[in-house]
């Protein structure tokens, strides 16, 4: 099993910067790509990047790119999600994920975090 522990949402002013985190636990092959979806108020559950932690290789939904970047510690454990120059169109919950390959989207994911909110007021 894989356990997925997210941090770090909050509430920003459009063009600020959040950082969130996910700690993970469990079986590493379960858990080889390790990403973000987010979802808002009335939407289906969108991908936003992921990181497939063998090679550190990324990618990253086209409306979070070059504002957006992913990574992981050293030790494979943490992934993070730096969010920069944010806009309202940002504001939604977002989910820790994971699973043994890399997907877009959610129906392929089998494990999730809780969620964290972020809110980004213009």
């Known amino acids: 099993q894989v356990q997925l522990a997210e941090s770090g949402g909050g509430s920003v002013q459009a063009g600020g910067s959040l950082r969130l985190s996910c700690a993970a636990s469990?079986?590493?092959?379960?858990?080889?790509?390790m990403g973000w979806f987010r979802q808002a108020p009335g939407k289906e559950r969108e991908w936003v990047a992921s990181?497939?932690?063998?090679?550190?290789?990324?990618n990253y939904h086209d409306s979070v790119k070059g504002r957006f970047t992913i990574s992981q510690d050293n030790a494979k454990t943490t992934v993070y999600l730096q969010m920069n120059s944010l806009k309202p169109e940002d504001t939604a919950m977002y989910y820790c994920?994971?699973?043994?390959?890399?997907?877009?989207?959610?129906?392929?994911?089998?494990?999730w975090g809780q969620g964290t909110q972020v809110t980004v007021s213009s």
């Open positions: 469990g079986d590493t092959n379960k858990r080889r790509c």
């Open positions: 990181i497939y932690t063998i090679t550190g290789s990324t």
């Open positions: 994920a994971a699973d043994r390959n890399c997907y877009t989207t959610s129906y392929d994911v089998n494990y």
